[in-house]
């Protein structure tokens, strides 16, 4: 049976009616029209899903959208502040970290966790810190090069 | 993939989860969701009643006190087992394992409590609904009658892989499973194992994990865990090996020595910790060990790795774990 | 002053605020107002006769919106290879089974529903009867003699044999000293785009139907889309939206896009199709796996004399690009070094597994495995530095091959030095202490295919159209497939440079097959020389528009006119210009029309021709990439793990219109050859795919990769627009041997048989000891 919930996600808060075998992916994109998380595997391998929670990088394909209720929800959509990109959208576009852009939004959501958890990472931490996001495009070389400069 | 339908339940303390898992057959219990909704996706598992216990505080502690030891409630996160300071310092092979689980994202969710508790592995098993749908005879594991791992075998041959639990036989980790009537019950953790792939531990449908304890190891304890896997990260093992050893007076007094992705389940290697206890510890000491750990382990072949490699593996493993955490005991 | 102020610099790509902020719409994130969702029933049986397929169940569950199987499609197959003069009968695949299924996840029947829910209980409705048939899992067994036909048009199981001879090997071996024979085999591997293919289809009433796909050629697929649905081309409109990765794979119009059509149609409904992960696996086109036999006759100098190569590759159930995986498998041997004469086989096999297509590299990765890792016992045998041996066979600029190839410019040698110098050769090169090794590898690559694969009469290889606005801007439109690469800021880099603006003074519309001209898509590394050729032609068509009213305006004679800074300038006279705005509105005063330009790139006369694949000597592309990847391994000897260090990877593109994407395109391709050397191993048993996840299919990790020390060595070719050449396939050639040729350095065992995992190095450890 639905249940109405309700999800703070990006500082705003979303009402929707769900059935509760619907993952919070899901909910983002098809209740609430949040599509910057994407679906790439969907058994939680691949991490383009990865959305912070309570300021933990957690994938959304396996998180059950009831159990976020009450949770601070951050996606890729809530990031640019105003107009302005976040310090690591924007390395990651000067850098040329992105190609496809289809990994971009869960890597960049890792990469926020990780870099609000510890500030100055070294360059094996960034790699360990993206390392359950898979990228098929850069090779994670300018990935890499884009949140250490972010870092700095 | 969309998960099955299925009611959802929210046990606020330890109590509630007890009676909603009395009340509600076919239930099953969700904390991180990292092991079971993949399943639930593929429709390996499909229960009426999904019972979400995240909500309670109480169970994500990690306590230590030098008197009382470890403790671990188990939704502890892997990623904070990982990361915690006591963890690291004095139960390392526990902070190593639960740090190379999968991938970040995954250690966030996933907690200990999970991870001792995941199922063996398959892969004629673990696929999906459709794809299993075409197959013309269900095996072991699906309740039918044959073993696509090997021909003949009488046995369930799905292949146990978690991390944690050769850590936690290492260092000589206990259980609390609450059972249907609320009672605690703790047990050695490598009698947590039944070594039968089927069913790989011994928690009732109406059990649960409560918390992990481990005793404060004595001075000149160091512990070790190797893992060595496909990929460096999302990935399980292709073997892990766990050293515990205890050097005091320039002897062995205590050896823990356990590995995974062996077999049915995780294996204490009795007969290399002989080896090593008693005696003082020499490169030649710690070869006899690891020779010790290969003529016991009888690896099953797992996907596109052979038991001959892994029993090749464990012989190296167990030997670097027992030298790595040596180095620092002494 | 510098040359140029747009090309040959390090600018961000046009998409990428869109891409950095979740802004950018995928073909899975189009939702539209009563849109269904799709699902395919796929065959669980190798290979067998379908008696019948009973859709009535599903038909009845409510929600169940529509049913469609092969009775609602039209009689014309698709594949790749369409255009007439193909020599094969190549065109083998419906989109959903008319008679027989052929491969374990081979597509029967799609459903229509109003949620995913529901059109995945419907699957389970459907009930097909089999007539089961003898299955095969291997080239081997397909091809014995009493092995029954997979496909009825064909006389036996062999998909495709293409064979050639150039030169005279008979006489190559016979003034050979040394004749060196091996035998190699590589694996299954998949493209493993992170974005799964995704399809919206709505049918409207008017019988127009609209598709957002992701696709690398949108233009085949409208052509495969009105054949499958029996309608004209012109009421098929394909638009590609942002597409997250392709790699070849995406060129195959797969079942998803015309089922999503003709459940729209059914249904009076949009239609929504995403594959899961595991259709991926079990259902999309795969890396040809191959079986090799090999042999070069070399003169004791270390001159090539002769090649003969045989290639024998499991095809899977349907043909796909198949002739010209062969063909390429072939001819892309005649390079980077000079092969005295060459005599090829190769034979592609039908089996009933999901089928092999173009991967990135595609035909080129397997015969440089063998062929550098061959070049590096040769040196080995004949003491001659593997740097050396290379030199000495290579071909050189202005040259002409045995195979036809046109070199127009060759930067091979520049970029082997570079390599080796990066990696520090000198000092490593059998001087590392055991377990350690440097190994190297070169390769070169096609830009683009000067063929037309697939239209017997299309009017150009690419085209270009510019429109001019009045506030001084221009929009591009172009029929290429941007799936990641950045082709869209590179056609705009090209044209903003011919132009005199600024990059963000374009904008481009592109992949829309009712707006932008015919394209033929994005493979065979063809965008940057093909379309970014087409896009230099049309910029300087609408720079002489300009010239012609600006020259009026400025009274000046129209040849002493240049376009910089968005103006117009009288060369050497610097107060003479008038802004490019001015120049459109005095072109509309004036003209009484729109302004706009077109431009369209064809290969010269001394490329491509009639598409013989049956014959060797053929000017396969405008111009070719040159490249060599140096590498730095450590061996783990006890546990047989290859801890790969550095990967030195020089290439030459000519020149860098854009050095960052360059780098990234360099980088990240060797993310794919660095898994298929190391990890990706695409597994199956009795026709059953078991390699289904990203946690089963080990594509490497940010952890796993090794330092990339990208190398751009610019030959500036005469053909290419400003001197460019691909950078997106070549650019990963040579990594695999360079690995295996560093392993062998470190630990004296030759790698044959990919993916090289640590139980195959253990194992030939131990023969090797076992031997000594």
């Keep these: 049976m639905k249940q109405l919930v309700e999800l703070k996600v990006n500082g705003e808060s979303y009402e929707t009616a769900i059935d509760p075998h619907r993952t919070l992916l899901e909910v983002l994109r098809e209740n ?121 | 993939m969309r998960l099955p339908k299925f009611e959802y339940l929210e046990p606020k303390n330890v109590k509630e989860i007890t009676s909603l898992l009395k009340k509600n057959e076919d239930a099953i219990l969700i904390a991180g969701g990292t092991d079971i909704l993949p399943k639930m996706k593929q429709r390996i598992v499909t229960p009426k009643y999904v019972i979400n216990i995240t909500k309670i505080e109480d169970l994500k502690k990690i306590e230590f006190a030098e008197k009382k030891g470890l403790t671990l409630g188990s939704l502890a996160t892997l990623d904070n087992i990982s990361k915690s300071k006591p963890v690291i310092e004095k139960f390392t092979a526990l902070a190593q394992a639960a740090g190379r689980v999968a991938s970040p994202q995954l250690r966030n969710m996933g907690t ?85 792939s089927k069913k790989v531990n011994i928690l009732k449908p109406t059990d649960f994990v409560k918390q992990i304890h481990i005793p404060t190891p004595p001075k000149g304890t160091k512990s070790c865990y190797l893992k060595m896997a496909q990929r460096a990260a999302i990935d399980y093992p292709i073997a892990g090996a766990a050293a515990c050893i205890t050097v005091s007076g320039g002897k062995c007094k205590n050896a823990g020595i356990a590995v995974t992705a062996v077999g049915s389940g995780p294996l204490r290697l009795k007969e290399a910790e002989e080896v090593l206890i008693g005696n003082s510890i020499t490169d030649e000491l710690i070869e006899k060990a690891a020779d010790a750990a290969y003529e016991k382990v009888r690896p099953m072949p797992h996907f596109n790795i052979s038991a001959w490699y892994k029993r090749k593996l464990i012989r190296v493993l167990v030997k670097r774990s027992i030298k790595q955490a040596c180095s620092k005991a002494k | 002053m510098e040359k140029y102020s747009v090309i040959g610099k390090r600018l961000p790509r046009l ?30 049986v190798p290979h067998a006769k379908i008696l019948n397929i ?142 799964p293919h995704a399809a919206v289809a709505d ?173 590096d016992s040769i040196s080995e045998k004949l003491d001659i530095d593997p740097i050396e041996i290379r030199k000495m066979n290579a071909v050189k600029a202005g040259q002409t091959t045995i195979s036809k190839f046109k070199i127009r410019s060759c930067g091979h040698t520049e970029a082997l030095d570079k390599a080796v110098e990066e990696i520090g050769w000198k000092d490593k090169w059998r001087k590392l202490p055991d377990g350690k090794g440097v190994g190297l590898a070169s390769m070169f690559f096609a830009s683009g295919a000067a063929f037309s694969f697939f239209y017997d009469n299309p009017p150009s290889f690419s085209g270009v159209k510019i429109n001019a606005e009045t506030d001084g801007n221009f929009t591009l439109f172009t029929g290429t497939s ?26 481009v519309i592109a992949s829309d097959t009712a707006t932008t001209p015919l394209d033929m898509g994005s493979y065979s590394s063809r965008v940057t020389v093909f379309g970014g050729g087409a896009a230099k032609i049309a910029a300087y068509n609408m720079k002489m528009k300009l010239f012609d009213i600006a020259a009026d305006m400025l009274e000046a004679n129209k040849d002493d006119l240049e376009a910089k800074n968005e103006r117009i300038y009288v060369k050497g006279t610097p107060e003479k210009s008038v802004s490019i705005a001015d120049t459109v509105i ?82 990240g391709s060797i993310q794919m050859t660095f898994g298929q050397a190391l990890l990706e191993d695409y597994r199956m048993e009795k026709g059953w ?59 004296g065992i030759r790698m044959k048989d990919l993916p090289i995992t640590p139980e195959k190095i253990l194992r030939a450890l131990e023969k090797k000891e076992g031997g000594k």
């Design chain 3, 482 to 507: 941007d799936i990641g690469q950045g082709s869209e800021t590179t056609l705009a880099q090209i044209a903003a440079e011919e132009l005199g603006v600024g990059l963000n003074k374009i904008s």
């Design chain 1, 32 to 152: 609430i029209g949040m599509t910057g998380s994407k679906e790439g595997c969907d058994l939680g391998a691949c991490g383009a899903c990865t959305v912070v929670i309570d300021g933990k990088a957690v994938l959304a394909c396996l998180t059950l959208a009831l159990e976020a209720r009450g949770k601070e929800i951050t996606t890729i959509e809530g990031l640019a502040k105003d107009g302005k990109l976040h310090p690591l959208q924007q390395n990651f576009v000067d850098h040329g970290a992105i190609q496809c852009g289809f990994c971009t939004p869960g890597v960049i959501m890792s990469a926020k966790a990780l870099l609000d958890e510890n500030p100055k990472p070294t360059q094996v931490e960034i790699k360990r810190g993206i390392s359950g996001n898979l990228c098929r495009c850069t090779g994670y070389t300018k990935i890499v090069e884009a949140i250490e400069v972010t870092a700095k």
């Design chain 3, 586 to 667: 005095g072109y509309y005063n004036k003209m009484k029309e729109h302004l706009t330009s077109s431009g369209d790139y064809n290969p010269p006369a001394d490329v491509g021709g009639e598409m013989r694949l049956d014959l060797g000597e053929v000017n396969i592309s405008p111009t070719f990439s040159f490249g060599t990847h140096a590498t730095e391994v450590d061996v783990d000897k006890e546990t047989g793990e290859v801890k790969v260090q550095k990967i030195a990877a020089a290439h030459d593109c000519g020149f860098a219109i854009n050095p960052m994407a360059v780098e990234g395109q360099i980088e």
């Design chain 2, 112 to 196: 200990i409590g999970g991870n001792i508790s995941i199922e063996s592995m398959c892969m004629y098993f673990n696929q999906s609904h459709e794809w299993r749908k075409g197959r013309p005879h269900l095996c072991f594991k699906l309740g039918g009658d044959r073993c696509f791992v090997a021909k003949g075998s009488k046995d369930c041959l799905a292949l146990f892989q978690a991390d944690t639990p050769p850590a936690l036989i290492a260092l000589g980790a206990q259980v609390t499973i609450v059972g249907a009537t609320g009672k605690e019950k703790i047990i050695n953790i490598e009698d947590f194992y039944t070594q039968k």
């Design chain 3, 203 to 375: 049918f409207s009433q008017s019988g127009n139907v609209t598709l957002w796909l992701s696709t690398q050629t949108p233009f085949y697929d409208r052509t495969n889309i009105a054949e499958t649905l029996g309608i004209p081309e012109s009421k098929v409109r394909v638009i590609k939206p942002p597409v997250g990765g392709g790699f070849g794979a995406k060129t195959e119009t797969h079942t998803l896009f015309t089922a999503s059509a003709v459940l729209s149609r059914k249904a009076g409904r949009p239609v929504k199709i995403i594959y899961s992960r595991e259709e991926e696996f079990t259902s999309t086109a795969h890396r040809h796996g191959v079986t090799v036999n090999h042999k070069i006759g070399v003169k004791k100098d270390g001159t090539i004399k002769a090649v003969d190569s045989k290639f024998f590759a499991d095809g899977g159930a349907y043909n796909s690009h198949s002739a010209i995986s062969m063909f390429i498998m072939g001819t892309l041997q005649n390079g980077p070094y000079n092969m005295g004469s060459f005599k090829y086989e190769g034979i592609r096999v039908y089996t009933n597994k999901p089928f092999a297509g173009g991967v990135r590299g595609h035909g080129a990765i397997q015969p440089r495995f063998v062929i550098e890792t061959m070049m």
């Design chain 3, 15 to 44: 998409d990428s605020v869109a891409k950095v902020t979740g802004d950018a719409k995928y073909a899975g994130d189009f939702f539209l107002p009563g849109m269904l969702h799709g699902k395919i029933l796929r065959s669980t």
């Design chain 3, 54 to 195: 009973d859709t009535s169940r599903a038909e009845k569950l409510p929600g169940v919106r529509a049913v469609a199987t092969g009775k609602d499609i039209s009689d014309i197959p698709h594949g790749f290879i369409r255009a007439a003069p193909a020599p094969f009968f190549l065109r083998d695949k419906f989109s959903l089974a008319k008679e027989k299924v052929r491969f374990i996840g081979d597509e029967i029947a799609a459903v229509a529903a109003v949620d995913e829910d529901t059109a995945m209980e419907a699957l389970d409705l459907i009930k097909v009867d089999y007539e089961e048939l003898p299955a095969y899992f291997s080239p081997q067994e397909s091809m014995a003699l009493d092995a029954v036909r997979i496909h009825d048009h064909a006389e036996s199981n062999v998909s495709v044999v293409i064979s050639f001879h150039l030169g005279n090997i008979e006489q190559g071996f016979a003034e050979s000293d040394f004749v060196f024979e091996d035998n190699y085999s590589t694996q299954y591997i998949l493209a493993s785009y992170i974005e």
């Design chain 3, 689 to 747: 795919s078991i390699t289904n996840s990203f946690i089963d299919y080990k594509m490497a990790t940010s952890e796993d990769m090794p330092y990339i020390k990208p190398i751009i060595v610019e030959s500036i070719d005469s053909e290419g627009p400003f001197g460019a050449k691909e950078a997106s396939e070549g650019t990963n050639v040579a990594t695999i041997p360079s690995i295996a040729n560093a392993i062998y350095d470190a630990v």
